[in-house]
Nanobody
Framework: VQLQASGGGLVQAGGSLRLSCAAS?????????MGWFRQAPGKEREIVAA????????SYSDSVKGRFSISRDRSKNTVYLQMDSLKPEDTAVYYC?????????????????WGQGTLVTVSS
């Protein structure tokens, strides 16, 4: 199973980006919780946002709450991360991941398929 993350790029502070994550096999994104993580240079990987299998439950890290929004389109087998009011400290490689189950989790150990990452750079 492959997860393809896309949508990263260079943006000025205050700008927006939308990341997408598509699965190579139907069923992985449709029936599983999904998460977005990020890893900045020299820092540990951290959870950014998570969503349960049907989109009815979401969770965000305190650092992005109110600015980022996770959503999913099961018909398109795709999960999104809308990022608004971006800050330089949001600069990182962003990874999408598919959970082992249908309920959302903020723990990376709960995810078993990972995308290759997409770089987001926010300039000041």
């Amino acid at each position: 199973v492959q997860l393809q993350a896309s949508g990263g790029g260079l943006v000025q502070a205050g700008g927006s980006l939308r990341l997408s994550c598509a699965a190579s096999r139907r069923g992985i994104i449709s029936n599983n919780a999904m998460g977005w993580f990020r890893q900045a240079p020299g820092k540990e990987r951290e959870i950014v946002a998570a969503i349960n299998w049907n989109g009815g439950d979401t969770s965000y890290s305190d650092s992005v709450k109110g600015r980022f929004s996770i959503s999913r389109d099961r018909s398109k087998n795709t999960v999104y991360l809308q990022m608004d009011s971006l800050k330089p400290e949001d600069t990182a490689v962003y990874y999408c991941a598919a959970g082992r189950g249908s309920s959302l989790s903020i723990r990376s150990a709960s995810y078993h398929y990972w995308g290759q990452g997409t770089l987001v750079t926010v300039s000041s």
